[in-house]
């Protein structure tokens, strides 16, 4: 069983960049399409961004388009959420998340068989 392990959130003023990490257990993560969710206080969880097992293939939401970036590296069995421009709005728990079938709905949570415990990202203003 694949394990993911979130890192990388923490308090940063608006306007600043945080790069996430999500750190897979096994070398099998390489296979599997790799998303990032996140649930801000009071909301649903969302969808943010998803690329596939090698990298040439990404997805993101409308709402992050332009600041956020999602990039593995397999190398180390990671990927990572670069988010610029933070704002105020985008304080949220973040989740990593993978799945098997690229190609499945990316923003049903259903469709993701992994998920990370998650890494909390804090905006002030």
């Known amino acids: 069983q694949v394990h993911l392990v979130e890192s990388g959130g923490g308090l940063v003023q608006a306007g600043g960049s945080l790069t996430l990490s999500c750190a897979a257990s096994?070398?099998?993560?390489?296979?599997?399409?790799a998303g990032w969710f996140r649930q801000g206080p009071g909301k649903e969880r969302e969808f943010v961004a998803v690329?596939?097992?090698?990298?040439?293939?990404?997805h993101y939401a409308d709402s992050v388009k332009g600041r956020f970036t999602i990039s593995r590296d397999n190398s180390k069995n990671t990927v990572y959420l670069t988010i610029n421009n933070l704002k105020p709005e985008d304080t949220a728990v973040y989740y990593c998340?993978?799945?098997?079938?690229?190609?499945?709905?990316?923003?049903?949570?259903?469709?993701?068989?992994?998920w990370g415990q998650g890494t909390q990202v804090t905006v002030s203003s």
């Open positions: 998340a993978a799945k098997a079938n690229y190609f499945s709905a990316h923003d049903d949570p259903d469709e993701y068989d992994i």
């Open positions: 096994e070398r099998l993560f390489i296979s599997y399409a």
């Open positions: 690329i596939n097992w090698n990298g040439g293939s990404t």
